[in-house]
Nanobody, 121 residues
Framework: QLQLVESGGGLVQPGGSLRLSCAVS????????IGWFRQAPGKEREGISC????????YYVDSVRGRFTISRDNAKNTVYLQMNSLKPEDTAVYYC??????????????WGQGTQVTVSS
């Protein structure tokens, strides 16, 4: 059973940066697609980024493209989301999810518990 644990969330001022980590256990990360999702209060969960386990391609939604960077370290079984130039509208609970097909968008066969990101002055 694959397990995912997010970390790295917190409170940051607008314009600041955070790096989220998604540590995977129970299997090697190599062939899974990993997606990052977020859910703000009163809003639906949205997928914001994904990295394919098949070809390494990376995907971003328009609202984060150019500010967020997804990466993976298969040796550490961890996927990262570097978030720069954070805005108040980035405030949400951030989740990572794994897709066993290896392709993006990640369908979320396995989910982490989430980490809170709050962008506020």
């Amino acid at each position: 059973q694959l397990q995912l644990v997010e970390s790295g969330g917190g409170l940051v001022q607008p314009g600041g940066s955070l790096r989220l980590s998604c540590a995977v256990s129970g299997s090697t990360l190599d062939y899974y697609a990993i997606g990052w999702f977020r859910q703000a209060p009163g809003k639906e969960r949205e997928g914001i980024s994904c990295i394919s386990g098949r070809d390494g391609k990376k995907y971003y939604v328009d609202s984060v493209r150019g500010r967020f960077t997804i990466s993976r370290d298969n040796a550490k079984n961890t996927v990262y989301l570097q978030m720069n130039s954070l805005k108040p509208e980035d405030t949400a609970v951030y989740y990572c999810a794994a897709d066993s097909s290896g392709w993006c968008p990640a369908e979320g066969h396995y989910w982490g518990q989430g980490t809170q990101v709050t962008v506020s002055s």
